[in-house]
């Protein structure tokens, strides 16, 4: 098994190619080691010392190292983990613990308007944020201001601020009038 390394934009986290599956469909969102008792992976990984998120997307795995560590002292561990995991033969997630669209429910008037910005996330936002080893999902619309949560590499990147409001924020506004500012949220 090879599995490829990738910088992404934020300096703090690796994408990690492992050349198969790593989930379905969706993402899974661990940004602390708690909850990650869902994925087998995930608890390889954070048993890594200095791992302080981790992030699966299709087919790819995001890891973000705490301050106080360097690449090259982790990397060849984490590289470990995800081999000795594929090699396992576990499952990436336990049964029951599927991965999610991320998109929270919306309820209300605005419906119509949710419908499109979650269109225009799935089909223009988040494969382009998927190559820099991240995702970014719909929180909450409320009086034109589109609340978006950013996970795996984008949650903490410093260019996540520029990429908010030069791109996305641009972008639902060309396409949805009703829409007049994005902000990020908290997890």
């Not at 198969?20 to 080691?33: C, N, R």
């Not at 791992?51 to 106080?68: A, E, I, L």
């Amino acid at each position: 098994m090879f599995i490829q390394t990738e910088s992404t934009p934020n300096p703090a986290t690796l994408k990690f190619l492992p050349g198969q599956s790593v989930l379905p469909v969706g993402t899974a969102d661990f940004p602390t080691s708690e909850g990650a008792d869902k994925s087998p992976l995930a608890m390889r990984i954070f048993a890594v010392d200095g791992v302080s998120g981790v992030f699966f997307g299709t087919d790819f795995v995001t890891v973000t190292k705490g301050d106080s560590v360097e690449w090259d002292h982790i990397k060849p561990a984490i590289l470990g983990a995800i081999m000795e995991h594929y090699q396992s033969g576990q499952p990436v997630m336990h049964d029951g613990n599927d991965a999610a669209s991320g998109h929270a429910d919306h309820d209300g008037e605005d419906g119509e308007i949710v419908g499109q910005i979650k269109e225009l996330l799935d089909t223009r936002v988040r494969p382009a944020v998927a190559q820099d080893g991240g995702d970014i999902t719909f929180h909450g619309f409320d009086r034109g201001v589109v609340y978006l949560h950013m996970q795996g590499a984008c949650a903490g990147c410093p260019s996540s601020t520029i990429t908010l409001k030069m791109g996305i924020e641009n972008l639902l506004r060309h396409y949805i009038p009703e829409v007049t500012e994005v902000r990020p949220v908290g997890v």
